[in-house]
């Protein structure tokens, strides 16, 4: 099935610093979507991508849509306490609209 | 609020048995997915329903076993549970996945077997 590679496995920042993680695919995806989870709960959807080089933003948050169509990227700026989770990369696998897959996740951690 | 509501929060149960998760999903979205997650594991996809039909389905065990009903709402029936079934399992919905990829994730029901 479909991999999706999620880095780094895990950050560890100090509060008010940026952030960057990226996922990576064998196979083109046509949708990329950026889900956190707190401990256990239910993943949230944070961003939706559906274009090729596509940029978009939620507050502190900006994903894009990179152009190979295999890979993606969210970065969190001035960090604070509550983004601390896990952060899963997410889309259907190219045109089979009916299989998901999530990536690895990146857990990150942030320190007052 | 994610709107999707699954039931039980928490499950205990034994080695053998059989148990049964129930989700409702959103009010309007017509596809419920089902995930498992294991302990510090990401989520593995097991099978997904729209609009009452079996559309997909991933790693899922012969064991376990799920429907969606005509009010939408779905089950996940799990039988001769195993220790290693022990996880927390999502149910996640959307509106139509052909055109709307967005999928919303419910609180979890965590299984654990004993």
């Known amino acids: 099935g479909q991999q999706l590679n999620q880095s780094p496995q895990s950050m560890f920042i100090q509060e008010g610093e940026d952030v960057s993680m990226n996922c990576t695919s064998s196979s083109i995806f046509n949708t990329w979507l950026w889900y956190k989870q707190d401990p256990g709960e239910g993943p949230v959807l944070l961003i939706a991508l559906y274009k090729a080089g596509e940029l978009t933003s939620n507050g502190r948050l900006t994903a894009q849509f990179g152009i190979t169509r295999k890979d993606s990227f969210l970065n969190i700026s001035a960090s604070i306490p509550s983004d601390v989770g896990i952060y899963f990369c997410?889309?259907?696998?190219?045109?089979?609209?009916?299989?998901?897959?999530f990536g690895s996740g990146t857990k990150l951690n942030v320190k007052p | 609020d994610s709107g999707v509501t699954q039931t039980p929060k928490h499950l205990i149960t034994a080695t053998g048995q059989r148990v049964t998760l129930r989700c409702s999903p959103r009010?309007?979205?017509?596809?419920v997915y089902w995930y498992q997650q294991s302990l510090d594991q990401g989520l593995q996809f097991l099978i997904q329903?729209?609009?009452?039909?079996?559309?997909a389905k991933g790693n899922i065990l012969e064991r376990f076993s799920a429907q969606q009903f005509p009010d939408l709402h779905s089950e996940l029936n799990l039988s001769s549970l195993e220790l290693g079934d022990s996880a927390l399992y999502f149910c996640?919905?959307?509106?139509?996945?052909?055109?709307?990829?967005?999928?919303?994730f419910g609180p979890g029901t965590r299984l654990t077997v004993t």
């Open positions: 997410a889309g259907p696998e190219g045109d089979n609209f009916n299989k998901f897959y």
């Open positions: 996640a919905s959307s509106v139509n996945p052909g055109q709307d990829y967005e999928q919303y």
């Open positions: 329903y729209y609009n009452g039909e079996e559309r």
């Open positions: 009010s309007g979205d017509l596809s």
